[in-house]
């Protein structure tokens, strides 16, 4: 593993059982993640998409172990950490960090903000000078110190986000994954807090997953970009050339629904029909292949891998070169 | 009176091409920290067969104004307190509940934000669309009803109605429940479509297919649509008007390319510049400053002063309407001088 990639997941496989009977026998598997490999480097950005299903959240709480992993491996930092117990996790647990979703529920509302954000201060460094360290990360995350005694409740969404932040880089993580960190805020509160997440990243050197369905929002801040369907990742590639140039006709399609906020760039047309199915009963071969305008015999049989279309660039499909036109 | 066939009736048209008009509608809501102001003074109107978009961030008062309308404000706390809703020649904000109705889900229809929690877990989609039909349009049979739904259904777009009508809402996907909404809302034929926020919570190639599904749909059948929505690209792919909402008024109101190439109020201009956006390269995001605004507290005058980059003494006092047009005007100082007063 080169010294300048964080963390690494080779292979990576989550899957759900599904139990039915009395007996509650194991009848089939959600595979919500199925065979997932990337690298994340120091000081940069991979942005990982999709639409609601495709197993891009799950993926994320893999990698630190929230979710038990069925196959594959996970390196954080040259080290193996895929089956480590929870006790040979806590050191590492400082190194990654996750800011969720939902501000309002990823809070304790009986603690102050003082208490939240130094509780991992004690928990990973008891010799620290708390109550110094907690002001300063509150000013980095733009909190105003006269806050510190104050609830969650009184707080707004962007707010919350901010103390989320704090939170995440009390632990002085390396590694910060994202999930869906803007998709609960307004407009105008989103650009703030994107534009915080690139300071810190800069200020830091720290490296993000940023995890979310929203593509305009991926491009802005991601360096590279996975894009995942069905528990799969379809494209990796540089940010700039996936915009330009899309090769999977799934990350085409998903680029060309995304409204353009421009009334003179309307267009009527509808790029993809049908929906994603469902894990459980994943079709065979290409997992985009019920939805695919270029599907062949070879997709429904056999599933495309990962390969080489650039230097920064990988695409899973059969015919990713005849389908440019 | 009204039509059973997918294509509606001719009906009245006003005299003029006005459907409905919203003046000066004001709706509070009493609460034990204070009054607030939900919606203050909000004036629009709609057009047969237009598509207004009011668009705003979360508290702007955009939804009040549409439940507004249809009455469905729950009082207490709500209440409108001053303001006129013209529909068909009456005044919503007097009519008596009897006489709503006989408008509501018949006349306007709405589509509300989140499929999963509006449609009823224990009935099947067939008997919820069918309900609407049996309470305007008693005179119809069962089989009828059942043939309109299924009508319906395949109108919506979804595959195999005749047994999807008797599957419950946990058996279809987001996009097929909005699809059950729009078809329950669709079922007599109304001519006002008020759908809140109808694809924030679906995945972007959903959201195209339903945004595609509920233009054509307006086209086919010659409705009225007012969405109401937090995302100005939606905006700009369905609206022909435009009306900007921040601290329950309306800030700004123009055509979709008035608002989009010649927007003048500080807040439009910020709110678009702070998207990041597929189509255009950008290295730092604009930021407004500042937070949404507490409903309960706020500012005298231009409710956008606290956040505003070219705020001015006068802010302090009331923003007079500028006209920029004959449909687009800006409430805002910056253009007292050379604008005329509205």
């Given at each position: 593993?080169?010294?300048?990639?964080?963390?690494k997941?080779?292979?990576?496989?989550v899957?759900?059982?599904?139990?039915?009977?009395?007996?509650?026998?194991?009848?089939?598997?959600?595979?919500a993640?199925?065979g997932v490999s990337?690298?994340?480097?120091r000081?940069?950005?991979?942005?990982?998409?999709?639409?609601?299903?495709?197993?891009?959240t799950?993926?994320?709480k893999?990698?630190?172990?929230?979710?038990?992993?069925?196959?594959?491996?996970?390196?954080?930092?040259?080290?193996e950490?895929t089956?480590?117990?929870p006790?040979?996790?806590?050191?590492?647990?400082?190194?990654?960090q996750?800011?969720?979703?939902?501000?309002y529920?990823?809070?304790?509302p009986?603690?102050?903000?003082?208490?939240?954000?130094a509780e991992?201060?004690?928990?990973?460094?008891?010799?620290?000078?708390v109550?110094?360290?907690?002001?300063?990360?509150m000013?980095?995350?733009?909190l105003?110190?006269?806050?510190?005694?104050?609830?969650?409740?009184?707080?707004?969404?962007?707010?919350?986000?901010?103390?989320?932040?704090a939170?995440?880089?009390?632990?002085?993580?390396?590694?910060?994954i994202?999930?869906?960190?803007?998709?609960?805020?307004?407009?105008?509160i989103?650009?703030?807090?994107?534009n915080?997440?690139?300071?810190?990243?800069?200020?830091?050197?720290?490296?993000y997953?940023?995890?979310?369905?929203d593509?305009?929002?991926?491009?802005?801040i991601?360096?590279?970009v996975?894009?995942?369907?069905?528990?799969s990742l379809?494209?990796v590639?540089?940010?700039?050339?996936?915009y330009?140039?899309?090769?999977?006709p799934?990350?085409?399609?998903?680029?060309?629904s995304?409204?353009?906020?421009?009334p003179?760039?309307r267009?009527?047309?509808?790029?993809?029909?049908?929906?994603?199915?469902?894990?459980?009963?994943?079709?065979?071969?290409?997992?985009?292949?019920?939805?695919?305008?270029?599907?062949?015999?070879?997709?429904?049989s056999?599933?495309?891998?990962?390969?080489?279309?650039?230097?920064?660039?990988?695409?899973?499909?059969h015919?990713w070169?005849?389908?440019q036109? | 009176?009204?039509?059973?066939?997918?294509?509606?009736?001719?009906?009245k048209?006003?005299?003029?091409?006005?459907?409905?008009?919203?003046?000066?509608?004001?709706?509070?809501?009493?609460?034990?920290?204070?009054?607030?102001k939900?919606c203050?003074g909000?004036?629009y109107?709609?057009?047969?067969?237009?598509?207004?978009?009011?668009?705003?961030?979360?508290?702007?008062?955009?939804?009040?104004?549409a439940?507004?309308i249809?009455?469905?404000?729950?009082?207490?706390?709500?209440?409108?307190?001053?303001?006129?809703?013209?529909?068909?020649?009456?005044d919503?904000?007097?009519?008596?509940?009897?006489?709503?109705?006989?408008?509501?889900?018949?006349?306007?229809?709405?589509?509300?934000?989140?499929?999963?929690?509006?449609?009823?877990?224990?009935?099947?989609?067939g008997?919820?669309?069918?309900?609407?039909?049996?309470?305007?349009q008693?005179?119809?049979?069962?089989?009828a009803?059942?043939?309109r739904?299924?009508?319906?259904?395949?109108?919506v777009?979804?595959?195999?109605?005749?047994?999807?009508?008797?599957e419950?809402?946990?058996?279809l996907?987001?996009?097929?429940?909005?699809?059950?909404?729009?078809a329950?809302a669709?079922?007599?034929?109304?001519?006002v479509?008020?759908?809140?926020?109808?694809?924030?919570?679906?995945?972007?190639?959903?959201?195209?297919?339903?945004?595609?599904?509920?233009?054509?749909?307006q086209?086919?059948?010659?409705m009225?649509?007012?969405?109401?929505?937090?995302?100005?690209?939606?905006?700009?792919?369905?609206?022909?008007?435009?009306?900007?909402?921040?601290?329950?008024?309306?800030?700004?109101?123009?055509?979709?390319?008035?608002?989009?190439?010649?927007?003048?109020?500080?807040?439009?201009?910020?709110l678009?510049?702070?998207?990041?956006?597929?189509?255009?390269e950008?290295e730092?995001l604009?930021?407004?400053?500042?937070m949404?605004?507490?409903?309960?507290?706020?500012?005298?005058?231009?409710?956008?002063?606290?956040?505003?980059?070219?705020?001015m003494?006068r802010?302090?006092?009331e923003?007079p309407?500028?006209?920029?047009?004959?449909t687009?005007y800006?409430?805002?100082?910056?253009?007292?001088?050379?604008?005329?007063?509205?």
């Amino acid at each position: 593993m080169p010294e300048s990639c964080v963390l690494k997941v080779e292979d990576l496989q989550v899957y759900f059982p599904v139990k039915k009977g009395v007996l509650k026998r194991t009848v089939g598997h959600v595979k919500a993640v199925d065979g997932v490999s990337f690298e994340l480097r120091r000081g940069e950005t991979f942005g990982l998409v999709g639409e609601s299903g495709c197993g891009k959240t799950t993926t994320g709480k893999a990698i630190v172990r929230l979710e038990p992993s069925f196959g594959g491996k996970i390196f954080c930092q040259g080290r193996e950490i895929t089956h480590l117990s929870p006790l040979e996790m806590l050191p590492l647990r400082s190194c990654m960090q996750m800011i969720f979703q939902d501000p309002y529920s990823s809070l304790n509302p009986r603690m102050t903000i003082a208490d939240i954000i130094a509780e991992p201060i004690r928990f990973h460094r008891p010799e620290a000078d708390v109550s110094a360290e907690v002001v300063e990360y509150m000013e980095m995350a733009g909190l105003r110190k006269e806050y510190l005694l104050r609830y969650p409740h009184e707080f707004s969404g962007g707010q919350r986000q901010r103390i989320g932040i704090a939170r995440a880089l009390a632990c002085k993580p390396q590694i910060i994954i994202a999930d869906e960190p803007v998709s609960a805020l307004d407009v105008s509160i989103q650009s703030q807090i994107i534009n915080l997440m690139k300071t810190l990243q800069r200020e830091l050197g720290l490296s993000y997953l940023f995890i979310a369905h929203d593509l305009s929002v991926v491009k802005h801040i991601s360096d590279r970009v996975g894009v995942m369907y069905l528990g799969s990742l379809v494209e990796v590639c540089e940010t700039g050339e996936l915009y330009r140039k899309p090769l999977h006709p799934y990350t085409k399609a998903l680029f060309a629904s995304v409204p353009i906020p421009d009334p003179r760039k309307r267009s009527e047309k509808v790029p993809l029909q049908g929906e994603i199915p469902s894990p459980l009963n994943a079709p065979p071969g290409c997992k985009f292949q019920t939805r695919c305008p270029h599907a062949t015999d070879r997709c429904r049989s056999e599933a495309p891998k990962l390969e080489c279309a650039g230097e920064e660039h990988q695409v899973a499909c059969h015919y990713w070169r005849d389908i440019q036109e | 009176m009204r039509s059973t066939r997918a294509l509606p009736s001719k009906g009245k048209i006003l005299s003029s091409d006005l459907i409905l008009e919203v003046k000066d509608l004001q709706t509070v809501f009493i609460t034990e920290e204070g009054v607030v102001k939900g919606c203050n003074g909000v004036s629009y109107s709609l057009k047969k067969g237009e598509t207004l978009a009011v668009v705003g961030e979360s508290g702007s008062g955009k939804s009040v104004t549409a439940m507004s309308i249809l009455r469905l404000i729950p009082e207490p706390p709500g209440k409108i307190v001053g303001g006129q809703i013209l529909f068909d020649g009456i005044d919503l904000v007097q009519a008596t509940e009897k006489q709503m109705r006989k408008i509501r889900g018949n006349q306007i229809a709405m589509i509300f934000q989140e499929p999963m929690t509006s449609l009823n877990p224990v009935l099947t989609v067939g008997r919820q669309i069918g309900e609407s039909l049996q309470l305007h349009q008693p005179e119809l049979g069962k089989a009828a009803t059942r043939a309109r739904v299924i009508e319906l259904l395949e109108l919506v777009g979804i595959p195999s109605a005749e047994q999807r009508i008797n599957e419950f809402p946990h058996q279809l996907s987001g996009g097929m429940k909005q699809r059950v909404m729009i078809a329950m809302a669709l079922a007599c034929n109304p001519r006002v479509l008020i759908a809140d926020e109808p694809t924030s919570a679906l995945d972007v190639t959903i959201q195209a297919q339903i945004l595609n599904l509920i233009r054509k749909l307006q086209q086919q059948l010659g409705m009225s649509v007012i969405m109401i929505t937090h995302d100005l690209a939606v905006v700009a792919e369905t609206a022909d008007s435009v009306a900007v909402m921040y601290g329950g008024r309306i800030v700004e109101y123009g055509s979709v390319d008035e608002i989009f190439h010649q927007a003048k109020h500080p807040y439009l201009e910020g709110l678009k510049r702070s998207m990041p956006r597929l189509d255009v390269e950008e290295e730092e995001l604009y930021t407004i400053e500042g937070m949404v605004p507490n409903p309960l507290k706020l500012p005298s005058g231009c409710p956008f002063r606290p956040r505003c980059p070219q705020v001015m003494d006068r802010c302090c006092e009331e923003p007079p309407a500028i006209s920029f047009s004959e449909t687009h005007y800006a409430r805002c100082w910056l253009y007292a001088e050379g604008g005329t007063d509205a």
